[in-house]
């Protein structure tokens, strides 16, 4: 197992990355993704979502963050997983144990909340605030697992259901984004709906290439 962050799997480390996944090794990577540099001061990246005021985006980031591991998939022989203990704990077994028993390379990338998040209801409700990420469609779950594939299968798997519509509700419990209503209100309006199409858009892609109508 190689583990690391956000930081490095999506954007500073993201070529040794690719290029190791890409040689088709059996080992597996964990990545805790908690969407910007923590550990030098809550730096923004390519892992960090629209909308989100972060060192160097203070006025909101203006892109959406990079769907690494949809990305990795097109490799068509990496197993991928996205997960959310607080949303769904058996789900995150699950796919760690296929990631481990997958014969090649694999990725399993994990919600992760942190303190730079600023979450209004503390730290301690993290795993909450991880159930809210995905009910709301900020942080999908799915798999991709190559060996369904070999077995006539549709090796996309969408685990998470239709959001509920609260995306907003969801990042008004994050100071990341609530303060961008403070401080540049105009502009929070205009990335804030762009992350609500943003989500929308992705959760009717991953349906498409789950089979799903």
């Not at 490799?75 to 789900?91: D, K, M, R, S, T």
Request: proline share 5%; net charge neutral.
């Amino acid at each position: 197992w190689i583990f690391g962050g956000d930081g490095w799997a999506y954007d500073i480390g993201y070529g040794g990355l690719d290029h190791v996944l890409a040689t088709g090794m059996d080992l597996n990577v964990l990545v805790m993704d908690n969407e910007l540099y923590a550990n030098t001061g809550g730096q923004s990246s390519k892992a960090t979502p629209i909308g989100a005021s972060v060192q160097f985006a203070a006025a909101g980031k203006a892109t959406p963050k990079k769907d690494l591991g949809l990305i990795l998939s097109t490799y068509g022989y990496i197993y991928v997983a996205y997960v959310n203990l607080g949303a769904n704990p058996e789900h995150t077994i699950r796919c760690l144990k296929e990631a481990a028993a997958y014969h090649g390379p694999s990725i399993v990338i994990a919600y992760a909340p942190c303190i730079n998040h600023g979450l209004t209801k503390g730290m301690s409700k993290a795993m909450d605030e991880g159930k809210a990420a995905t009910e709301c469609g900020f942080w999908p779950l799915f798999r991709y697992n190559p060996e369904l594939e070999n077995e006539g299968k549709n090796p996309f798997l969408l685990d998470s259901g239709e959001p509920n519509g609260k995306l907003r509700d969801f990042m008004m419990g994050e100071n990341r984004f609530a303060t961008l209503t403070r401080t540049f209100p105009d502009r929070a309006e205009l990335l804030f709906a762009q992350a609500e199409d943003f989500t929308a858009k992705r959760y009717a892609k991953y349906k498409r290439l789950a089979g799903q109508k």
